[in-house]
């Protein structure tokens, strides 16, 4: 019996379709020889605990790990779909955002999701070299203006506690790094990673927060929501970027499922995502309307706390985009009319415009608006001290 979570990993993930076959049957795998170029193309393992998740082939958490002919039906997918390599001005670094940046910092999965954003690089040591940490610091070093850093990978949680303390020491050293991140489905795919070796190494580097992964309410097992406590209990605030995906959770009943099961674990819902547009993953996604259904069922609903950002990261590297149902009906200068979460209509009357119009010159102008900054009070001030004396 495997005595360690690297064991665990190794012995009873599956990562070849051989073994794949071997479990569940031929004929629900198909032909492994035209498969064979899927995984090429792209890494394949699934963890202990997913295997032991899936009930039946074409399942929900089947449908997120097992190779299909369809990431060989390429039609309007893009192979790097955020233009992340073009935002890339040293290896591992991505800057897209003013203030924060992205630093892949492990090349692995204890999954490979199929549905993976990254998959052009995501299993491939090559393409995510732990060699070249040294110009992403110097990268971070010089560049004052971010001041959040958002660990990706692969899984950063792979790494052995020595090597994460390592990279997250380096991090807190450079002064204007206000906030770390940390993204991983480690407390999805492989909960035995969490360990208290593991929380103390992470609660030493404050203010540390940790989005995880979940796409549907049967991953939030104990063990999972055991790993997600001791997170908790270790100080770090979580979140969750679900995706949304065809035939997993593209059901409003499933998603709120979901949603609720996080509160549970302590884990804030943040983002749900679009299935980004990447060669390979095309059969995942939905239709733009199917998500805004989604957050309609949840919207009013639900408790406020449940209910995460819907976003397109858009492709080209536009970044997160929101989207919202459509609340509000009308609108002008007297009212707005509003529509709640159950259809009905109300009208909330606009502020009443000031009876004069005031000119730049006058004292009064400088009001307008209530709310100013610092410098704007100073200069009101000096007005109104002028027109008294004026006026004297």
């Known amino acids: 019996m495997a005595s360690t979570w690297q064991e665990l990993l190794k012995a009873r993930s599956i990562q ?9 049957g031929a004929e629900h795998v198909g032909d492994i020889e035209r498969l064979k170029q899927a995984v090429e193309n792209f890494e394949f393992r699934i963890s202990p605990a997913m295997l032991d998740l899936i009930e039946e082939p074409g399942d929900p958490i089947w449908n997120q790990y097992v190779p299909t002919m369809a990431e060989l039906d390429i039609k309007d997918g893009i192979v790097d779909s955020l233009n992340e390599d073009a935002d890339s001005p040293v290896p591992n670094i991505t800057h897209r955002y003013p203030d924060r940046a992205l630093f892949l910092v492990s090349p692995v999965c204890a999954s490979y999701c199929r549905f993976c954003t990254r998959r052009r690089k995501v299993g491939d040591p090559e393409k995510i070299p732990m060699s070249q940490f040294e110009s992403a610091f110097k990268y971070l070093e010089e560049h004052t203006e971010i001041r959040d850093v958002i660990m990706s990978g692969g899984d950063p949680l792979l790494l052995n506690e020595r090597r994460l303390d390592a990279i997250l020491t380096r991090l807190r050293s450079i002064k204007h790094i206000e906030i770390i991140r940390i993204g991983s489905r480690v407390p999805c795919h492989l909960p035995e990673r969490i360990t208290p070796e593991l929380t103390d190494v992470l609660k030493k580097h404050h203010p540390l927060w940790i989005n995880t992964h979940f796409n549907h309410p049967r991953e939030l097992t104990p063990a999972a929501v055991k790993g997600l406590g001791m997170l908790a209990d270790a ?10 995906l065809k035939g997993v959770n593209d059901n409003p009943v499933v998603m709120k499922q979901l949603m609720h099961k996080l509160m549970l674990a302590r884990v804030r819902p943040y983002y749900i995502y679009m299935a980004d547009q990447v060669a390979g993953a095309e059969h995942f996604r939905t239709t733009v309307q199917t998500g805004i259904r989604i957050m309609e069922s949840l ?10 950002y819907f976003v397109i990261d858009a492709p080209g590297g536009g970044g997160k985009i929101p989207l919202l149902p459509e609340y509000v009906e009308s609108m002008n200068e007297d009212e707005v009319i509003l529509r709640n979460f159950r259809g009905e209509r109300f009208v909330y009357k606009q502020p ?3 009876q004069k119009r005031l000119s730049i ?6 009001f307008q608006p209530s709310m100013q900054p610092k410098k704007a009070r100073k200069r009101v001030a000096k007005v109104k001290v002028a027109a008294k004396r004026k006026s004297a």
């Open 16 to 24: 070849s379709l051989d073994a794949l076959t071997a479990r569940f």
């Open 352 to 354: 009443a415009p000031a």
């Open 361 to 366: 010159g006058e004292p009064e102008y400088l």
């Open 299 to 308: 919207r009013g609903w639900t408790s406020g706390l449940a209910n995460p």
């Open 235 to 244: 100080g770090i605030p979580l979140g969750c970027q679900t995706v949304l």
